[in-house]
């Protein structure tokens, strides 16, 4: 009698496919996929349900406990809730006034923001594998990734809003022309006119290319990081049907990688997160172009 359970990859390739909702090419009918090659075919105009939904999930959770805490803040003793969001709030304030030269109150909230809710979507690693996803089979859900920034869709748009944002400052504060000239004159200059003529598409090259990247590795470091971390609890997790021994292995295991995961969880928030305010900094720099 044949076995139902899935083999080692069917699992692996199961935990990492997300819940997605599209047009299926064949039928033109709108519905979710059953499948990663079903998904793949939908295209660009797909939804990632669990990525969308997660990320709403714990973004409504950031803003309802810090306004909470907000609303009850208080000019005598603090409580331990209060110290520490002042502390998280402390935290963020120092890295805008140590890495941003520039005059914006839109910096800290923004910077406050994306490292809260990464840290909050980065946290969702630390869900055991297999639960929520089991809970949602229960309920005749087939797919469910929990971890949204294992999902470059929202990598990229957190960094494209951020690349959005610096086009944006840059603009604004240097001018058309300003902008223009930092990305023609520079790093190569010359004092003679035909040079610098001979030298703008070179520039522009280069400095072209050192923009687009910004947003490209800015998103894949995250992305990366985390879909590994999750890739290796999902591989963990392989040893708890493969008898006794492993699974107490396995268990030592997945604690020892869950205690370094927090470390990894919370620097590549504050890595996203400084770098956006880098970013900033540049965009609002108006020295010599």
């Excluded at 001018?175 to 003679?192: R, S, W």
């Amino acid at each position: 009698m044949a076995s139902d359970a899935p083999t080692s990859s069917e699992y692996i390739r199961h935990h990492l496919t997300n819940l997605t909702y599209g047009q299926n090419p064949e039928t033109g009918q709108w519905g979710f996929a059953h499948g990663g090659e079903e998904a793949a075919d939908m295209g660009f105009m797909a939804f990632h349900v669990d990525t969308l939904g997660w990320s709403l999930f714990v973004g409504i959770i950031f803003c309802w406990f810090f306004r909470g805490v907000a609303k009850r803040v208080t000019s005598d003793v603090p409580n331990g809730t209060q110290n520490f969001v002042e502390s998280v709030v402390d935290f963020i304030d120092e890295n805008v006034r140590e890495s941003f030269k520039g005059k914006n109150d839109l910096i800290a909230p923004m910077a406050l923001t994306l490292f809260c809710w990464i840290i909050l979507m980065n946290t969702m690693d630390l869900v055991p594998v297999d639960l929520l996803p089991r809970i949602f089979e229960l309920m005749g859900v087939g797919y469910m990734k929990v971890v949204p920034t294992t999902d470059p869709n929202i990598t990229f748009g957190l960094a494209l809003s951020v690349f959005i944002l610096m086009l944006f400052y840059s603009v604004k504060k240097k001018g058309v022309l300003g902008f223009a000239a930092e990305l023609t004159m520079h790093p190569f200059e010359a004092k003679n006119p035909l040079m610098k003529i001979v030298l703008i598409p070179v520039n522009f090259f280069l400095e072209g290319v050192a923009l687009v990247s910004k947003p490209v590795s800015h998103s894949l470091r995250l992305f990366g990081n985390m879909y590994a971390g999750e890739v290796i609890f999902i591989l963990i997790s392989l040893m708890f049907s493969a008898g006794t021994g492993l699974i107490i292995f396995g268990g030592g295991l997945q604690f020892i990688w869950a205690v370094f995961h927090i470390l990894v969880i919370v620097l590549q928030a504050f890595i996203f997160t400084v770098l956006a305010i880098v970013y900033m900094d540049m965009a609002h720099q108006t020295g010599d172009h």
